[in-house]
């Protein structure tokens, strides 16, 4: 079984940055695409960003130029790393991986 753990969420004021990391258990992480989701209250969970098993990545317009997925499969890591943050940034964002295993989530606030 798969297990995904968020981490490096928190409060940040605009303009500000943070790296997220999403850690997997399992041996299945490198052979799988890796994506990031967020969502919002009241908004339903969106695509933010993914890396595919190649390297491919794929941005949301939003955060295109802001946002840099990457990923470590010696160490079964994927990171998101977010620059210029707004507060229209602030949700709870959630790993996923091979389009099948959710992390838990981790709570991002960009606010003054």
Known sequence: QVQLVESGGGLVQPGGSLRLSCAASGSIFSIYALGWYRQAPGNKRELVARI?????????????????????????????????????????????????????????????
């Open 52 to 112: 595919g098993y190649g390297g491919a990545t794929y941005y949301a317009g939003s955060v295109k130029g802001r946002f840099t997925i990457s990923r470590d499969d010696a160490k079964n890591t994927g990171y998101l790393q977010m620059n210029s943050l707004r507060p229209e940034d602030t949700a709870v964002y959630y790993c996923k991986l091979a389009d099948t295993y959710w992390g838990q989530g981790t709570q991002v606030t960009v606010s003054s």
